[in-house]
């Protein structure tokens, strides 16, 4: 464990009551029988309406039970949540988490396979939809405890595009200091759009041709009579389609232009697949069809701006309208240093429309039943992962925080590099150097 | 053969256009001596009562169910018992008033949706000092992105050209009006600012190209011969002009643009800001300002600010932040939610910025985030203290605090009314006022301006 309790007990007594209380939620070597939240209001995800002076039991790393009124049974661990919140832990359903440090330090990031690097690469040591994060994520990252102590308890961690419209697959992730990989392959992505046109020589047209024609050999694939010809799949890639199509894991399609959010349903319908779209600034105006289908939108509730000619029709409200028109929608951020904002764009989505409980389940239950997690994850019914929060007030609000972080029946460390840079500089007169 | 402009006509025309139009005839003359002078007019308003508002004040005071009289554009009074007899009323219960919000850190119009090659009009990224140019000239008023900041509460913000170089250029400060021209969107009287930039991107954009500067040590040479430059054409101009008219004339030195901007720092006519992250080299170039006795007026970005919050605040440096952006590159690695804290804590001007066309939209959320890090780190912070970090402190930064920033008698009536506690993510602007002139409400479609990029578009006026 990179971050011992001990030492953070020893740093609170000089540090005030602030500090203390972090280190207070620090893990300590359980001999508790299961652990009992007690007198929050606790939003299981069951119901719309929360339930009030509640209590939530865990045991064994689940729920055990939650209700008001419930008796504490002996030896359990008494966590007090009176005046406070309780909600599942927050899922991050689109984020390069374990896959980037510093996004600007190419030696940091391995979320793809650069465009530029591979031209220079032989057609054998292409990827295309092969390309799999899970050897990537590094679980010492930075990045997974300041987006843990925002609330984040698990992730889904995606490639971004690099060198061919499908760029490959995902993996579920949860945020503890190891062990960190739930689920790889979990979910294959691609993108179509602007950018993506430029892996086929710059025309959406060829795009969808490509995805199509890949699909459809992958379909009819038979390795030992495949021999591709210059510039089409390789063996490996379609190996990975073929795969594909054989689960029934989701394709997560980068797409913001109304027309091309009809084109991916069709090439869903016409190939079967389960379909999730990813960013749909224009989403909106295929509501009604991505409703018919049930296709879920991830959706950055903040991204209004035209930002180029596929997104013309961005608006603050697409989740509401979706929302409204019965697509399911699942929130993500722009960045995954700050993942722990997706409640921030939850709570932008309450403003533009949004019913609170939907913008919720949209950051907990919903991404866990998109990509198809652990049943329950993503709640507080019985028997569902125990990863939890204990947040000061409404969570989707700005003003409050996260207090206490548990996954899987364990209370997480609060601590963060961004916590130990708050206590090196919270007194500047102190002397440097040495904390 | 010269032909000679008609000595009497511009004259003329001036003293006819004084009888029939002062304020026009006032903004001829302003750029016959400014050919670049702001074209702005206030737009005519009638006299408004605003009661019932939990009033933040952006001087630090907050007021319940107060009341703000506005007159020809201007703040006459405000305070709980306010009355303006013959004043139009309107009745704020349950809603907020602070001041109009204020970016010191935007590249809306030069950066503008949509962002491609022929939009993108924010870098000079050809020489390492280019203080010759000027963002106005880059500015496209229809970029979108100006009416969503305008639905966000943005009355007045600063547009700075890119940190690709040492020297980018000189800033401007636009009120967010609808307008077909730059001219038109001048904050009047507002002072230009120069764009300084230090650490990676200058670095890593000529040292990519072999060229200087390529280390943080070759930026500080770069500041440091330019400004010493700058010292010697001062007084060249100097010289020159005291011996004007003397037997012994000198020439006055062949015009350099860039130079004109940086002797205009010299002169404490032009305000430096300049982005810069990491603490130690902030502490450099309030060194290098030392040497050359000029005064920097904000750190932009200054993730590291919390590190010499101390340093700032002896120094009466501003500094710009965001709330919690980190980890995009090596020198915002360190950033904290607490910076903005932090340094306000140490006594030292805090502002929150935004460097973002997503941002802008939502300073007020910025900041309630600052507010909430602080809380959480046990440093009390109230919502009338926290205001001023996206009103008060960022109009200081822009040399126009005499003139908006704060709810003050006298002061220009740049307001925005919320339907709820900005610092709540469920709050939106309700009305937006400036010079007390309503551009935008969020009842009314008629009072959302639509730019010409906008027009057929299928989200229009609905972003």
């Known amino acids: 464990m990179r971050r011992g309790a001990g030492i953070a007990i020893g740093r609170s007594l000089l540090r005030g009551v602030v500090a203390g209380l972090a280190a207070l939620a620090a893990p300590v070597a359980v001999s508790a029988a299961g652990i009992a939240v007690v007198g929050g209001t606790v939003h299981t995800l069951e119901g719309e309406a929360p339930l009030q002076d509640a209590t939530v039991l865990v045991r064994d790393g689940r729920i055990a039970a939650v209700g008001a009124g419930l008796d504490v049974p002996a030896g359990y661990e008494r966590v007090d949540a ?10 991050a359903a689109h984020t390069q988490l374990g896959l980037v440090e510093i996004s600007g330090e190419a030696s940091t990031v391995d979320a793809r396979v650069a465009i530029a690097a591979v031209d220079d690469l032989k057609e054998a040591y292409r990827l295309g939809p092969a390309f799999d994060v899970q050897y990537g994520i590094n679980p010492q990252s930075t990045l997974l405890p300041v987006n843990r102590a925002g609330g984040i308890t698990r992730a889904i961690v995606a490639p971004v595009p690099g060198n061919d419209p499908f760029s490959g697959w995902g993996a579920a992730i949860r945020l503890t200091d190891d062990d960190v990989l739930l689920r790889p392959r979990l979910a294959l992505y691609g993108s179509i759009g602007a950018g993506s046109a430029d892996f086929t020589g710059g025309s959406r047209a060829a795009l969808i041709q490509r995805l199509r024609m890949g699909l459809a050999a992958a379909r009819e694939f038979r390795p030992s009579r495949y021999e591709p010809e210059e510039g089409e799949y390789t063996r490996r890639e379609l190996t990975a389609l073929k795969e594909f199509l054989d689960s029934d894991r989701p394709l997560v399609l980068a797409v913001n232009r109304a027309s091309e ?9 016409d190939f079967g697949l389960r379909l999730v779209i990813l960013g749909g600034a224009e989403a909106w105006r295929a509501a009604d069809a991505l409703a018919a289908d049930r296709v879920p939108v991830i959706v950055d509730v903040l991204d209004n701006l035209p930002l180029s000619f596929d997104q013309l029709g961005a608006r603050m409200d697409n989740a509401a309208l979706l929302h409204e028109a019965g697509v399911p929608v699942v929130f993500t951020t722009e960045d995954s240093h700050n993942a722990r904002l997706i409640r921030q764009v939850a709570g932008n989505a309450v403003a533009e429309g949004m019913p609170w409980p939907a913008a919720l389940a949209a950051i907990t239950r919903r991404p866990a039943e998109v990509f198809g997690l652990q049943p329950g994850t993503g709640t507080l019914a019985v028997g569902a992962p125990a990863d939890l929060v204990i947040w000061t007030g409404d969570p989707l609000e700005l003003t409050t925080w996260a207090e206490r972080v548990m996954i899987d029946g364990q209370w997480m460390p609060m601590e963060t590099r961004q916590s130990e840079l708050l206590e090196r500089y919270r007194d500047l007169d102190a002397p440097y150097g040495y904390r | 053969m010269i032909r000679r402009r008609p000595a009497t006509a511009g004259r003329l025309g001036a003293t006819l256009l004084l009888t029939a139009l002062p304020l026009a005839a006032s903004h001829a003359a302003d750029r016959e001596r400014d050919p670049y002078a702001s074209t702005y007019r206030p737009r005519p308003t009638e006299e408004l009562l605003i009661t019932n508002a939990t009033i933040l004040t952006g001087t630090g005071e907050r007021i319940e169910r107060g009341a703000v009289h ?3 554009g201007r703040i006459v009074a405000v305070g709980a018992g306010v009355d303006a007899p013959g004043a139009r009323v309107l009745d704020a219960e349950g809603k907020w008033l602070t001041p109009g919000i204020i970016d010191v850190h935007s590249h809306l119009g030069d950066y503008p949706s949509p962002e491609i090659d022929a939009t993108a009009d924010g870098n000079e990224m050809t020489s390492p000092n280019t203080a010759e140019v000027w963002a106005e000239h880059s500015v496209w008023p229809q970029d979108p992105q100006f009416p969503l900041a305008l639905a966000g509460g943005v009355t007045t913000l600063q547009i700075l050209p890119g940190s690709a170089n040492l ?46 500067p390529s280390t943080r040590m070759g930026n500080v040479a770069g500041y440091r011969a330019a400004w010493a430059k700058a010292q010697a054409y001062r007084e060249k101009r100097r010289a020159a002009a005291e011996a004007d008219g003397e037997d012994g004339k000198k020439e006055p030195p062949e015009r350099d643009l860039a130079m004109e901007t940086l002797v205009g720092v010299l002169d404490g006519e032009i305000l430096v800001h300049n982005h810069c992250y990491r603490a130690e080299e902030m502490a450099v170039m309030l060194d290098v300002a030392r040497e050359f006795g000029y005064r920097i007026t904000a750190f932009h970005h200054a993730v590291e600010a919390y590190k010499v919050a101390d340093l700032l605040a002896e120094q009466g440096v501003c500094a710009a932040m965001w709330a919690d952006w980190w980890g995009f590159k090596l020198e915002a690695f360190d950033g904290i939610e607490e910076n903005v804290a932090l340094v306000d804590r140490a006594g030292a001007c805090a502002i929150v910025h935004s460097d973002s066309a997503r941002g802008i939209q939502r300073l007020n959320q ?36 005499d003139e908006t920033g704060t709810i003050e008698p006298g002061k220009a009536a740049d307001l925005v ?11 939106r602007p309700q009305q937006v006022y400036i010079d007390g002139y309503k551009y935008y409400d969020r009842s009314d479609p008629a009072r959302q301006p639509v730019t010409d990029f906008d027009l057929e578009q299928t989200a229009r006026g609905v972003r």
């Open chain 1, 82 to 91: 009176r005046g406070k919140v309780v909600t599942p832990g927050l899922i």
């Open chain 1, 261 to 269: 959010i009809e084109q991916s349903l069709a090439l869903a319908r």
């Open chain 2, 70 to 72: 506005l007159r020809d």
């Open chain 2, 167 to 212: 020297f980018g250029g000189r800033g401007v400060t636009v009120k967010n009006v609808p307008a077909r021209t730059v001219q038109a969107m001048k904050f009047p009287g507002a002072p230009h600012s120069l764009k300084m930039a230090c650490g990676e991107n200058p670095k890593r954009v000529y040292g990519s190209r072999d060229r200087a």
């Open chain 2, 366 to 401: 910025e900041a309630a985030k600052s507010m909430a890090a602080a809380r959480r780190a046990g440093i009390p912070v109230t919502e009338e203290h926290a205001i001023r970090w996206i009103t008060g402190n960022a109009a200081r930064a822009l040399g126009i605090d």
């Open chain 2, 417 to 427: 009314l919320w339907n709820g506690n900005p610092f709540s993510v469920y709050a």
